[in-house]
């Protein structure tokens, strides 16, 4: 893991299996190999190929980022670049995304990168986004700058969150899923901005999802000044990312649950 990128492979790599919560047994059978060469990998008794840290990787589904951290950690390049989307040779995934969010059109779409920064949004979404405000006014007052960023936005008192009329109930799902992204990633960086949302979600404790009248998926409702708006959403990433950009790309993309949100996105100015 990033935060583990000063010490040598084996202990990354035995850090990124505890954290997979697999055992040497589990990974060498995921990885098609014995559990004495794990084993020995482990504690430096073997040096692993190139082609033998990415079948670890693989197996212990570690992100592009932080498979480059391995490879030079045993002593190889960095295998997978990373690329700002406006470089030629991103043209056909940022055509993939202008697409994606276009056809989504009239409903909010948005593309996100790691730390949940906002990238791309089409129409439907800067409307979503501006219900409270302008957003980076809004992000302005919480005391951040830069990029909009989505979490934040959300989770604060002076972002959305005193719109989300059912807070209490898509809380910890919100930390459930901060949690796991950040943990995911492996970054230390991540992890330490994550917890500051969370605590700026729920500080000091956590709240547990209501049991009764499960729905097929949790909305997200929201009320401002007599609008009230039921949406859920479908996350999206590339299916073969070779590029780290890619690698870490989320688009989100929204739906209504009732007629009255659909009616409101489809004719905002009725």
């Given at each position: 893991?990033?935060?583990?990128?000063?010490?040598?492979?084996?202990?990354?790599c035995?850090?990124?299996?505890?954290?997979?919560?697999?055992?040497?047994?589990?990974?060498?059978?995921?990885?098609?190999?014995?559990?004495?060469?794990?084993?020995?990998?482990?504690?430096?008794?073997?040096?692993?190929?190139?082609?033998?840290?990415?079948?670890l990787?693989?197996?212990?589904?570690?992100?592009?980022?932080?498979r480059?951290v391995?490879?030079?950690?045993?002593?190889?390049?960095?295998?997978?670049?990373?690329?700002?989307?406006?470089?030629p040779?991103?043209?056909?995934?940022?055509?993939?995304?202008?697409?994606?969010?276009?056809?989504?059109?009239?409903?909010?779409?948005?593309?996100?990168?790691?730390?949940?920064?906002?990238?791309?949004?089409?129409?439907?979404?800067?409307?979503?986004?501006?219900?409270?405000?302008?957003?980076?006014?809004?992000?302005?007052?919480?005391?951040?700058?830069?990029?909009?960023?989505?979490?934040?936005?959300?989770?604060?008192?002076?972002?959305?969150?005193?719109?989300?009329?059912?807070?209490?109930?898509?809380?910890?799902?919100?930390?459930?899923?901060?949690?796991?992204?950040?943990?995911?990633?492996?970054?230390?960086?991540?992890?330490?901005?994550?917890?500051?949302?969370?605590?700026?979600?729920?500080?000091?404790?956590?709240s547990?999802?209501?049991?009764?009248?499960?729905?097929?998926?949790?909305?997200?409702?929201?009320?401002?000044?007599g609008?009230?708006?039921?949406?859920?959403?479908?996350?999206?990433?590339?299916?073969?990312?070779?590029?780290?950009?890619?690698?870490?790309?989320?688009?989100?993309?929204?739906?209504?649950t009732?007629?009255?949100?659909?009616?409101?996105?489809?004719?905002?100015?009725?």
């Amino acid at each position: 893991m990033t935060s583990a990128s000063a010490h040598n492979f084996q202990h990354i790599c035995r850090q990124w299996r505890k954290f997979r919560k697999l055992s040497q047994l589990d990974l060498a059978l995921a990885a098609n190999v014995s559990q004495r060469h794990v084993s020995w990998l482990e504690t430096g008794r073997s040096h692993p190929s190139r082609d033998m840290v990415e079948r670890l990787s693989d197996a212990m589904d570690i992100p592009l980022r932080e498979r480059n951290v391995l490879l030079q950690a045993a002593g190889y390049a960095a295998a997978y670049s990373e690329t700002e989307l406006d470089e030629p040779i991103m043209a056909p995934v940022l055509d993939a995304l202008n697409r994606v969010l276009q056809h989504h059109d009239p409903l909010p779409a948005i593309v996100i990168d790691r730390y949940w920064n906002v990238k791309k949004t089409n129409q439907a979404a800067d409307l979503l986004l501006s219900i409270g405000g302008d957003p980076q006014v809004l992000q302005g007052k919480m005391g951040a700058a830069g990029e909009l960023n989505l979490a934040l936005l959300t989770v604060h008192p002076q972002g959305l969150r005193p719109y989300i009329a059912n807070w209490d109930q898509v809380l910890p799902s919100i930390i459930r899923r901060l949690r796991s992204e950040s943990l995911a990633f492996g970054d230390l960086g991540i992890q330490e901005q994550f917890a500051q949302y969370i605590e700026l979600a729920a500080p000091g404790e956590e709240s547990e999802p209501s049991s009764s009248n499960l729905l097929p998926v949790l909305p997200l409702e929201l009320s401002i000044n007599g609008l009230e708006l039921s949406l859920f959403s479908i996350i999206s990433t590339f299916g073969t990312p070779q590029d780290i950009t890619t690698d870490e790309l989320r688009v989100e993309t929204f739906y209504p649950t009732d007629a009255k949100t659909e009616q409101f996105f489809r004719n905002p100015g009725v």
